[in-house]
């Protein structure tokens, strides 16, 4: 199966909260990372979490990690249209370079 | 400014056409790596470099060359494009020691490969 999981859409209301979230299997990863990327661009890092935080805020952002169920999440407070793109987990290993994305959440923002 | 540039951004090409697809960048990265994007599949790695002369096969290798001759470039290599090819490609870069050891990776805007 996938290494990184996701689901891939998420709608949610023009000032809702939206939560999205990832699972991982490998209970050797070091980094978490969430990936944003906007129509017709590339990946642009938004956040990332070291394997031994449980939360990291970043003023509208907050990662939630547990590392017993090996699940990572994203929160975006008060969603903005702006927000709309598709986001990516992903996940480092140990001590190597190479990241494993998981297939992306398309999230839409709604009027 | 600092980043990772691609070049063609598009390229539409016919089966067994050589062709390179480049990416510099201006970060004196020692890490590129290139990946393909598929719906529904998320980013998958075809090959990386640590640093000049070192490559290595990532997870989708099949059908791509890849060389790093100088720090700055890695350009991606098909020989011999097939259908099976056609994707959306980013190269991404990476410093030495990253924030908190986090090697944040750089990602270029994409080249968009059509192969008929």
């Known amino acids: 199966g996938e290494d990184v999981e996701q689901s891939l859409f998420l709608s949610v209301r023009e000032g809702d909260s939206s939560v999205i979230n990832c699972t991982y299997t490998d209970s050797s990863s070091t980094y978490l990372y969430w990936y944003k990327q906007e129509p017709g661009a590339g990946l642009q890092l938004l956040t990332y979490i070291f394997s031994n935080m449980d939360m990291k805020q970043d003023q509208r952002l907050t990662v939630l990690l547990n590392k017993k169920d090996k699940h990572l999440s994203l929160r975006i407070a008060d969603t903005q249209t702006g927000d709309s793109a598709i986001y990516f987990c992903?996940?480092?290993?140990?001590?190597?370079?190479?990241?494993?994305f998981g297939s992306g959440t398309q999230l839409t923002v709604l009027p | 400014e600092a980043q990772v540039t691609q070049n063609p951004r598009y390229l539409i090409t016919v089966t067994g056409k050589k062709l390179t697809v480049t990416c510099s960048q201006n970060m004196n990265h020692e890490y590129m790596s290139w990946y393909r994007q598929d719906p529904g599949l998320g980013l998958r790695q075809i090959y990386y470099?640590?640093?000049?002369?070192?490559?290595d096969k990532g997870d989708v290798p099949e059908g791509y060359k890849v060389s790093r001759k100088e720090k700055r470039n890695f350009p991606l290599i098909l020989e011999s494009p097939s259908p099976n090819q056609t994707s959306l490609y980013f190269c991404a870069s990476s410093p030495g020691t990253g924030k908190e050891g986090s090697y944040e990776q750089y990602f270029g805007p994409g080249t968009r490969l059509t192969v008929t």
């Open positions: 992903a996940e480092r290993k140990g001590s190597a370079r190479q990241l494993t």
């Open positions: 470099s640590m640093n000049v002369e070192v490559t």
